[in-house]
């Protein structure tokens, strides 16, 4: 196996998790590692975590060697934007086959990556490990050092085979590469005192593209994106800014922590999801940015966008008010969403009969208790069938959850609402709030809802017949 045992060890018990926070100091020596279940990580594993983590850098070109399905399988799956290049977009794979499980792999990457180097001639090439490969022991390190010297260009390893663990440790996997070879080789043009980073931001369908024009109305750069919209250089200057969010813990924990450790860039974790929260962010950032020597009117200036902005929101949900109130809603997502979205959701008179908490910290947990009063409302992992009688019991109008959990609502015959990675629009900052709050009431008054609840004409006769038959008995009895 080419991931060193030890540095899958340290990511399990990664000191910075919250979730490792809240354990016993025997339970965080264990570690979070869960036994796989054969043919549970399908698109779930750590190679394709490691990409979800990557291939939104979008000048650099990912080559996956291995089998094309390794490749296919995690395609364009989750809707991450470019502002520019489109490298990202194309798909590298040295498709190998049997004979390179026979005689080894290596030759047939050196030549994939002298062909991308010399046509495509990206700024970088990401080379991702794959299961077969690193059973039959493909060095891909050495292939990667080798290729750079010869091609004069950085040629990244990243070691995160599908077998090594599931995707969330392929995420941190990624994380780790960017940390080994990326970050810090280059320095910037020039540094302000208001450089930030933004890390666990995907810029899933242009959701980086709402908040930056907040940054920088108030001159707050974001130095790089980890890794939505990003390109490779930003990432090799980021050890530059002066602090950093982090805005999916669960997934690039360990880049906030050690560049903290290393480069002394502190970091909050935040949310762009819902009013308050995207309010939260500015403020607090403003507050450490000022902390590391930015002007010191930086507070005031945040409170003066936060006061305008907050405003137009409310302002754009009003009419949304009169059509929604009292409408029940079932959120199953996971991490900060399971909360950052659900008091704009109650403002605009919307109840929250239940939200899951997947991939949530105990900090997730206690500001759900905070906002709704009490942990009534929370639950873990669902079973479909629990989630069906959920939603029955409840009479939620409306679920909002991933597309995995589609088919619950449908056969419920219940609206439902895409809220993660494969959505079609941005929820982030004061804009995304609108736009989830219409497509909510878009869901619930789509006219498809009267006719797929009303019985089809030959169930209309079916209920028909039974009735007569009922009549029928009932006079027989009675004489």
Same mark, same amino acid.
């Given at each position: 196996?080419?991931?060193?045992?030890?540095?899958?060890?340290?990511?399990?018990?990664?000191?910075?998790?919250?979730?490792?926070? =809240?354990?016993?100091?025997?339970?965080?020596?264990?570690?979070?590692?869960?036994?796989?279940?054969?043919?549970?990580?399908?698109?779930?594993?750590?190679?394709?975590?490691?990409?979800?983590?990557?291939?939104?850098?979008?000048?650099?070109?990912?080559?996956?060697?291995?089998?094309?399905?390794?490749?296919?399988?995690?395609?364009?799956?989750?809707?991450?934007?470019?502002?520019?290049?489109?490298?990202?977009?194309?798909?590298?794979?040295?498709?190998?086959?049997?004979?390179?499980?026979?005689?080894?792999?290596?030759?047939?990457?050196?030549?994939?990556?002298?062909?991308?180097?010399?046509?495509?001639?990206?700024?970088?090439?990401?080379?991702?490990?794959?299961?077969?490969?690193?059973?039959?022991?493909?060095?891909?390190?050495?292939?990667? *050092?080798?290729?750079?010297?010869?091609?004069?260009?950085?040629?990244?390893?990243?070691?995160?085979?599908?077998?090594?663990?599931?995707?969330? !440790?392929?995420?941190?996997?990624?994380?780790?590469?960017?940390?080994?070879?990326?970050?810090?080789?280059?320095?910037?043009?020039?540094?302000?005192?208001?450089?930030?980073?933004?890390?666990?931001?995907?810029?899933?369908?242009?959701?980086?593209?709402?908040?930056?024009?907040?940054?920088?109305?108030?001159?707050?750069?974001?130095?790089?994106?980890?890794?939505?919209?990003?390109?490779?250089?930003?990432?090799?200057?980021?050890?530059?800014?002066?602090?950093?969010?982090?805005?999916?813990?669960?997934?690039?924990?360990?880049?906030?922590?050690?560049?903290?450790?290393?480069?002394?860039?502190?970091?909050?974790?935040?949310?762009?999801?819902?009013?308050?929260?995207?309010?939260?962010?500015?403020?607090?950032?403003?507050?450490?940015?000022?902390? *590391?020597?930015?002007?010191?009117?930086?507070?005031?200036?945040?409170?003066?966008?936060?006061?305008?902005?907050?405003?137009?929101?409310?302002?754009? !949900? +009003?009419?949304?008010?009169?059509?929604?109130?009292?409408?029940?809603?079932?959120?199953?997502?996971?991490?900060?969403?399971?909360?950052?979205?659900?008091?704009?959701?109650? +403002?605009?008179?919307?109840?929250?009969?239940?939200?899951?908490?997947?991939?949530?910290? =105990?900090?997730?947990?206690?500001?759900?208790?905070?906002?709704?009063?009490?942990?009534?409302?929370?639950?873990?992992?669902?079973?479909?069938?629990?989630?069906?009688?959920?939603?029955?019991?409840?009479?939620?109008?409306?679920?909002?959850?991933?597309?995995?959990? *589609?088919?619950?609502?449908?056969?419920?015959?219940?609206?439902?609402?895409?809220?993660?990675?494969?959505?079609?629009?941005?929820?982030?900052?004061?804009?995304?709030?609108?736009?989830?709050?219409? +497509?909510?009431?878009?869901?619930?008054?789509?006219?498809?809802?009267?006719?797929?609840?009303?019985?089809?004409?030959?169930?209309?006769?079916?209920?028909?017949?039974?009735?007569?038959?009922?009549?029928?008995?009932?006079?027989?009895?009675?004489?």
């Amino acid at each position: 196996m080419s991931v060193p045992k030890q540095r899958i060890d340290s990511l399990l018990i990664e000191p910075g998790c919250a979730t490792n926070q =809240a354990k016993s100091d025997k339970a965080r020596k264990a570690g979070c590692k869960k036994p796989l279940t054969p043919g549970a990580a399908a698109g779930g594993c750590a190679f394709d975590g490691a990409k979800i983590a990557l291939q939104p850098i979008v000048d650099v070109a990912h080559l996956v060697h291995g089998p094309i399905a390794c490749e296919g399988n995690s395609w364009d799956s989750r809707h991450v934007y470019s502002s520019g290049a489109q490298t990202y977009r194309t798909g590298f794979t040295t498709d190998m086959g049997e004979f390179d499980v026979v005689y080894g792999g290596e030759k047939r990457l050196y030549r994939a990556i002298k062909e991308i180097a010399e046509t495509v001639r990206p700024p970088a090439i990401f080379v991702y490990q794959t299961c077969l490969p690193a059973m039959i022991g493909d060095d891909i390190d050495a292939v990667c *050092q080798a290729a750079s010297a010869r091609f004069g260009l950085p040629v990244i390893p990243v070691n995160a085979p599908g077998f090594a663990g599931s995707k969330n !440790l392929g995420n941190k996997l990624g994380g780790e590469a960017l940390l080994d070879h990326v970050v810090g080789t280059l320095e910037p043009e020039f540094t302000t005192d208001c450089d930030i980073n933004l890390i666990g931001e995907y810029n899933v369908v242009g959701e980086f593209w709402q908040v930056q024009p907040l940054f920088e109305a108030l001159g707050i750069r974001v130095l790089a994106s980890f890794c939505g919209d990003a390109r490779y250089r930003d990432i090799a200057v980021s050890h530059r800014a002066k602090a950093a969010i982090m805005l999916c813990s669960q997934a690039l924990i360990n880049i906030a922590r050690k560049m903290d450790e290393r480069y002394g860039i502190p970091f909050f974790e935040g949310s762009f999801y819902g009013i308050a929260d995207m309010s939260d962010c500015l403020r607090r950032i403003s507050a450490l940015l000022v902390a *590391q020597g930015a002007p010191a009117d930086l507070p005031a200036r945040a409170e003066a966008l936060i006061a305008r902005e907050e405003a137009r929101a409310w302002a754009r !949900l +009003e009419p949304y008010k009169a059509r929604l109130q009292g409408k029940r809603v079932l959120l199953f997502t996971g991490g900060v969403k399971s909360w950052s979205v659900v008091s704009a959701l109650q +403002e605009v008179g919307l109840e929250i009969v239940g939200t899951s908490m997947r991939k949530s910290t =105990a900090h997730d947990r206690e500001k759900v208790v905070e906002i709704m009063g009490t942990d009534a409302h929370m639950f873990d992992e669902l079973p479909p069938r629990e989630m069906y009688r959920m939603l029955k019991e409840s009479k939620a109008d409306v679920m909002l959850s991933g597309g995995r959990s *589609q088919f619950v609502a449908l056969k419920a015959k219940t609206p439902w609402v895409e809220i993660n990675q494969e959505r079609h629009h941005a929820y982030a900052g004061y804009d995304g709030i609108v736009n989830l709050v219409a +497509e909510i009431d878009k869901a619930l008054h789509n006219p498809i809802w009267a006719q797929v609840k009303t019985l089809a004409p030959w169930d209309l006769q079916e209920v028909a017949d039974e009735g007569e038959s009922a009549f029928a008995d009932q006079e027989l009895r009675h004489g």
